[in-house]
């Protein structure tokens, strides 16, 4: 007999159909809605194997209801949405999908921040909304990035390969790292700083770190303060690493120049949400990893990871505590 998959997205057909050749999968059909959390609750009661994605909450209750589920397959890089202890106290392996949307998330952080820097979408409503009227001398200005000094927290894949889109800018960059990578300094030509230092001198802020209890809010009223009124701050890793209303205040007041969002503490984050009335934010639905080619890779990971695990093979990509 089969065993049974849960997926509680639609995935491509060719990743359904990859599954299906060995196992029995059931799946949330609807585009655009999250799974109901009671049909979430009820599905995995007797399913071997789930798939989900970062916006689905894998908490103890889930896991408590599942009867025969011996691997959670996240289709994403954190793991921040699933109850890894809760899993793993009960025997359940926790996947993710590292490493194969590396470029794709420098690619889009790297956007954000030429977005940011030159007031894109702010530019783009005015004239959408027939507000380019004279031609003025410091209309539409921005902040240069040729030359700038970019620093980096939190210096792993992503932030190495951001590194090198700064470096075609001739960027000068600074990073922080809990552990200093010397190896890396030498061969990307970076310079490392405490944290403190780096927002005191930095043009950009990139945080490319992972989210954790011991990082929430990381920066907050007392780290912008520190930044440069020129600063631009761009957040591509978790939305709960920033003090939203801190930052609300940093930009409203002009303590810093802008900021770039692919991610909030809340998503999907509420219309009504303060920052989305600001002109010098660049907002993004955390798209980070939406490249086609990205994310059919992240499917295909994660449904390699279902099949190893319930063939009985050891799983690519585990998440270890």
């Known amino acids: 007999m089969k065993q049974t998959v849960y997926i509680t997205r639609k995935l491509p057909n060719e990743i359904v159909e990859k599954l299906s050749r060995r196992l029995h999968v059931r799946m949330w059909e609807e585009e ?103 031609w003025s001398l410091m209309e539409f200005t921005g902040q240069d990035i040729f030359g700038a000094t970019l620093g980096i927290i939190g210096l792993g894949r992503i932030g190495e390969a951001l590194v090198k889109r700064a470096q075609g800018f001739n960027m000068n960059v600074l990073y922080y790292n809990r552990t200093r990578k010397y190896d890396k300094e030498r061969e990307l030509g970076i310079t490392y700083a405490e944290q403190t230092e780096l927002l005191k001198r930095s043009d950009f802020v990139c945080l490319m770190l992972p989210y954790s209890p011991e990082v929430h809010h990381l920066i907050g009223k007392e780290e912008l303060s520190l930044m440069k009124r020129n600063a631009i701050l761009i957040n591509t890793a978790r939305g709960g690493l920033v003090d939203e209303e801190a930052l609300y205040h940093a930009l409203k007041s002009g303590e810093i120049w802008g900021a770039g969002l692919d991610v909030f503490e809340q998503e999907p984050v509420p219309v009504n949400h303060q920052l989305l009335t600001l002109t010098n934010v660049v907002t993004l639905p955390h798209i980070g990893s939406a490249s086609l080619n990205t994310r059919m890779k992240m499917a295909h990971l994660a449904a390699d990871n279902i099949v190893r695990v319930l063939n009985g093979d050891t799983p690519l990509t585990e998440v270890r505590l």
């Open 32 to 134: 655009g809605k999250p799974v109901p959390r009671e049909i979430l609750l009820k599905e995995v009661e007797n399913v071997n194997g789930l798939i989900c994605l970062l916006t689905d909450t894998i908490d103890e209750e889930v896991i408590t209801r599942a009867k025969h589920l011996q691997i959670i397959s996240n289709v994403a890089v954190g793991y921040n949405n699933i109850d890894v202890k809760a899993a793993t106290k009960k025997g359940i392996i926790v996947t993710n999908t590292p490493g194969v949307l590396t470029e794709t998330t420098a690619d889009l952080t790297f956007t954000l921040l030429m977005a940011a820097a030159r007031g894109v979408t702010a530019a783009s409503d005015a004239l959408r909304g027939g507000q380019w009227g004279a």
